[in-house]
Nanobody, 125 residues
Framework: QVQLVESGGGLAQPGGSLRLSCAAS????????MSWARQAPGKGLEWVSA????????YYAESVKGRFTISRDNAKNTLYLQMSSLKPEDTALYYC??????????????????WGQGTQVTVSS
């Protein structure tokens, strides 16, 4: 059974940092590209970042480029999102999402088939 469990969210001040983690189980983690997406209150789901199976190719939404870094540790079956220079508009529920295809990079939520319960990030002074 596929499980994705996000953690690491919380309250941060503008300009601050947080590191999100996503513990994966129930599938061969190293065979699947992974992504992060977020949903702010009253808004739709926004794709944030994606990473290939090796962790060597990464993509970012323009809104987070240069501030967020996605990474993965295949030995630990864990996906990460390092968030820096946080802005109030980064406030959202953040989800890690698994690509439904093997060895591809999930560039949109539409190609993902599993996600976790999300972790809340609130950026406020």
């Amino acid at each position: 059974q596929v499980q994705l469990v996000e953690s690491g969210g919380g309250l941060a001040q503008p300009g601050g940092s947080l590191r999100l983690s996503c513990a994966a189980s129930g599938f061969t983690f190293s065979d699947y590209g992974m992504s992060w997406a977020r949903q702010a209150p009253g808004k739709g789901l926004e794709w944030v970042s994606a990473i290939d199976v090796y962790g060597s190719v990464t993509y970012y939404a323009e809104s987070v480029k240069g501030r967020f870094t996605i990474s993965r540790d295949n030995a630990k079956n864990t996906l990460y999102l390092q968030m820096s220079s946080l802005k109030p508009e980064d406030t959202a529920l953040y989800y890690c999402r698994k690509d439904k295809r093997r060895f591809e990079v999930p560039m949109s939520p539409g190609v993902t088939d599993y996600w976790g319960q999300g972790t809340q990030v609130t950026v406020s002074s």
